[in-house]
Each structure stands twice: as structure tokens, then as C-alpha cells.
T-cell receptor, first 117, second 111 residues
Framework: GAVVSQHPSRVICKSGTSVKIECRSLDFQATTMFWYRQFPKQSLMLMATSNEGSKATYEQGVEKDKFLINHASLTLSTLTVTSAHPEDSSFYIC?????????????FGPGTRLTVL | RKEVEQDPGPFNVPEGATVAFNCTYSNSASQSFFWYRQDCRKEPKLLMSVYSSGNEDGRFTAQLNRASQYISLLIRDSKLSDSATYLCVVRVMDSSYKLIFGSGTRLLVRP
């Protein structure tokens, strides 16, 4: 199957700092990528849809100024958590459907575990 | 009400047992249905898609009842390696094609 990578896999930072997470599709192009957040023992919650060449679409309740998304190319989307606080500590996962249609099966990255002290 | 609801479990079963998970979804516009498996602190991985006619993949059988908005997963002859959280996932047919995840059902298979 297709491969999606995320970097870093784990990050620990101080409150108030910004953290950038990268999501890359390694062997296919993705015009759309999805960013999820998962708190312990809870479901994956979609945060936003990243669109190559245009603005991201955020889900209700997700602050677009706090979670900055940039989809600079067909293989890279970045999520920046600005001014991170302890409540932002979570497991962040991206996914990407291969091809131009986001209807295709989505492949998930291995996730980034963020801990804000 | 959650869009996708699952019994959180855990289901604690012996090796070789048959176990069934259920899931209900609230949006009648849901068009595609999946079961994903998620191991602890890992990303979810597609186990199988679910079709209206029901489908089987080895020891795993998935069923969909659109009228009742109900999805099931049956695991036969459970293995220790089946221990994981099983996520019921639906895709709503709108322009976003986004996936909606259930909170998962945890399965523990004991020797």
C-alpha cells in the first residue's frame, strides 16, 4: 500500500512554543490530506482538511489561527501548533488518499505524539 | 448523539473464541463503511471495507444493514494478535469525503 510519513514522531515542548508537524506522501501525490487529533481513549477527531494550493478547511471548533496548515506541494502538508499549551498534548495523525479524488482509500501516517509541559 | 457509536468494551475472550462488535451510525447519507484496527499508540490501519451484501476476509466477516444504520464485525477463531482496538468508520458522501470515526471497541484475547 501507499506510504505516508510524519515527522517528528514525538515531540516534547514548553508551553507557549510552536511546533511544526510534517506529513508526507512518499510514493504518491495527494491533493488532499486530512489532519486528526486523538486524545487518550478517545476517537480520532478530524481537525481540518488540507488542500494543495488553497486554504485548509477547518472543522467546527478548531481554531484556524492556532492550528496553521500549509499544503505546499502534492506530497507535503504541515500542521503548526502555535503557542502550544498542555491541553494541546495529543496524538496528531495525518492521512492522505492517493490521487486527485479524496474518495480513494486513505493511508495514515504513523502519528506524532505531542506533549506540552 | 455521536455520529458513530460503538461499545467501548473491553471484550476479554480466550484464544479461539468468536467475538462480534456492533456499530451504529446516525447520518443516513453515509455512503462508505469501514473497519479499521488500531494498536496501542499507533495509527489506524484498514482492516476491511463493509459492503451491503456483507463480506468476508479470512476469519473476519463484516455486515451492513442500511435500514437500521448498523454495522457489525465478526472475528472467528480469535488469535492473540487480534488484540487491538477496532474502529468503525463511515464516510459521508459530500464534497469533503471525510471519514467519521467511532471511539473504538477494545479487544483483549487471552491465552
Amino acid at each position: 500500500g501507499a506510504v505516508v510519513s510524519q515527522h517528528p514522531s514525538r515531540v516534547i515542548c514548553k508551553s507557549g512554543t510552536s511546533v511544526k508537524i510534517e506529513c508526507r506522501s512518499l510514493d504518491f501525490q495527494a491533493t488532499t490530506m486530512f489532519w486528526y487529533r486523538q486524545f487518550p481513549k478517545q476517537s480520532l477527531m478530524l481537525m481540518a482538511t488540507s488542500n494543495e494550493g488553497s486554504k485548509a478547511t477547518y472543522e467546527q471548533g478548531v481554531e484556524k489561527d492556532k492550528f496553521l496548515i500549509n499544503h505546499a506541494s502534492l506530497t507535503l502538508s504541515t500542521l503548526t501548533v502555535t503557542s502550544a499549551h498542555p491541553e494541546d498534548s495529543s496524538f496528531y495523525i495525518c492521512s492522505a488518499p492517493p490521487g486527485l479524488s479524496s474518495y480513494n482509500e486513505q493511508f495514515f501516517g504513523p502519528g506524532t505524539r505531542l506533549t506540552v509541559l | 448523539r455521536k455520529e458513530v457509536e460503538q461499545d467501548p468494551g473491553p471484550f476479554n475472550v480466550p484464544e479461539g473464541a468468536t467475538v462480534a462488535f456492533n456499530c451504529t451510525y446516525s447520518n443516513s447519507a453515509s455512503q462508505s463503511f469501514f473497519w479499521y484496527r488500531q494498536d496501542c499508540r499507533k495509527e489506524p490501519k484498514l482492516l476491511m471495507s463493509v459492503y451491503s451484501s456483507g463480506n468476508e476476509d479470512g476469519r473476519f466477516t463484516a455486515q451492513l444493514n442500511r435500514a437500521s444504520q448498523y454495522i457489525s464485525l465478526l472475528i472467528r477463531d480469535s488469535k492473540l494478535s487480534d488484540s487491538a482496538t477496532y474502529l468503525c468508520v463511515v464516510r459521508v458522501m459530500d464534497s469533503s469525503y471525510k471519514l467519521i470515526f467511532g471511539s473504538g471497541t477494545r479487544l483483549l484475547v487471552r491465552p
